[in-house]
């Protein structure tokens, strides 16, 4: 067991409150967490690892970036997307100052282009579950604020859309 930081800690060097922010932090498979690593997530065609439930590393095929990347099972690519948008929201006043493979350096839309698209995709793909609603009710009990993306959906494509 291990804790998943959907934005890898690495990034903001492990300060809080991003750190323990229960909208980013998933339960995970240490070992699959290992692998993860601080890559960015993607899609990968010819896989040079693949876990026991079929997430994937290796060269990323979607968009303009050819590095390293995570993908994980469809089930999860809407609540990693979600994640995702969230913390671009929440620390937007931060992040523009952090690098990283997915990060364009900017304080509006945070993300490499190829990066959104993904996201996007990912989002549209798995939509919000019965879970995620019921992890955003518990988040909100335990942290006091919620993932405005799993309550309100269609706010993803107002603000990153077309």
């Known amino acids: 067991f291990n804790r ?14 991003m750190r323990s922010d229960f909208f980013h932090v998933y339960p995970s498979d240490g070992y699959v967490n290992g692998k993860r690593s601080n890559h960015p997530f993607g899609e ?3 896989p040079r690892w693949t876990s026991s439930n079929g997430s994937k590393v290796g060269k990323n095929t979607f968009g303009g970036y050819r590095g390293t990347v995570f993908e994980p099972i469809d089930e999860f690519k ?5 994640s995702l948008f969230y913390f ?10 952090w ?4 990060l364009n350096g900017t304080r509006d839309q945070v993300y490499k282009k190829w990066f959104v698209r993904l996201l996007l995709k990912w989002h549209r793909m798995d939509p919000v579950s019965e879970h995620e609603i019921r992890r955003n009710n518990a988040g ?4 006091g604020n919620r993932n405005p993306f799993i309550d309100h959906p269609e706010w993803v494509e107002a603000i990153w859309g077309n």
């Open 4 to 17: 998943e930081h959907i934005f890898p800690q690495s990034i903001f060097h492990k300060r809080s409150p």
């Open 44 to 46: 990968v065609d010819r």
């Open 78 to 82: 809407g609540d990693i997307a979600r």
């Open 88 to 97: 671009a929201t929440r620390y937007e006043d931060q992040i523009y100052k």
């Open 99 to 102: 690098h990283h493979e997915m």
């Open 140 to 143: 909100h009990e335990y942290q």
